[in-house]
């Protein structure tokens, strides 16, 4: 199995890139007690989410493998001190007014009642998306310049 480079794509479980005598070790990395500890933020995010906490309750939804999640919810409390975090799988089972995600199969588990942002990246997905309100790149998403598209989803009056 190759990376399809030209096409910007790749497999989302990346440890099929890898000999099955080395998928052990690959899946290793996810069981890191302390996977988060020195992770920082990038660009704007910070500023970003503090912002629509303004307007709405925060909550970080994640699937984590159990050995890192203690280190995540750490990651959560230290940047983000106002937020919830919830670590599940069925994350449409979590009630949100919208959804930022880049999996399509996570976004199809929410009813058209949610506002669905679709993360862009190259990862091929398990499943066609059904509906979406907004699709963005990861990088542009983080950007003060997109504030106001997520506050539309949120149904923010700025006037």
Same mark, same amino acid.
């Given at each position: 199995?190759?990376?399809?480079?030209? =096409? =910007?794509?790749?497999?989302?479980?990346?440890?099929?890139?890898?000999?099955?005598?080395? +998928?052990?070790?690959? @899946?290793?990395?996810?069981? *890191?007690? @302390?996977?988060?500890?020195?992770?920082?933020?990038?660009?704007?995010?910070? !500023?970003?989410?503090?912002?629509?906490?303004?307007?709405?309750?925060?909550?970080?939804? !994640? !699937?984590?493998?159990?050995?890192?999640?203690?280190?995540?919810?750490?990651?959560?409390?230290?940047?983000?001190?106002?937020? /919830?975090?919830?670590?599940?799988?069925?994350?449409?089972?979590?009630?949100? #007014?919208?959804?930022?995600?880049?999996? @399509?199969?996570?976004? =199809? *588990?929410?009813?058209?009642?949610?506002?669905?942002? +679709?993360?862009?990246?190259?990862?091929?997905?398990?499943?066609?998306?059904? #509906?979406?309100?907004? !699709?963005?790149?990861?990088?542009?998403?983080? +950007?003060?310049? /997109?504030?106001?598209?997520?506050?539309?989803?949120?149904?923010?009056? =700025?006037?």
């Amino acid at each position: 199995m190759t990376l399809d480079l030209l =096409n =910007n794509e790749c497999r989302y479980e990346w440890s099929d890139y890898f000999k099955p005598a080395y +998928k052990d070790e690959i @899946n290793a990395f996810w069981k *890191q007690t @302390n996977l988060y500890d020195d992770v920082e933020l990038f660009g704007g995010v910070k !500023s970003v989410v503090a912002s629509l906490s303004k307007f709405t309750d925060i909550v970080f939804i !994640s !699937s984590c493998v159990d050995e890192h999640t203690k280190s995540k919810r750490d990651f959560i409390e230290r940047y983000f001190p106002y937020a /919830r975090f919830v670590s599940t799988y069925d994350k449409g089972l979590i009630d949100v #007014d919208v959804m930022i995600d880049d999996r @399509n199969d996570v976004l =199809n *588990q929410f009813d058209d009642s949610v506002g669905k942002i +679709k993360v862009i990246t190259p990862y091929t997905q398990e499943e066609d998306l059904r #509906d979406v309100s907004y !699709s963005v790149t990861k990088d542009k998403l983080w +950007k003060k310049a /997109r504030i106001s598209e997520i506050e539309w989803l949120l149904g923010v009056d =700025n006037e």
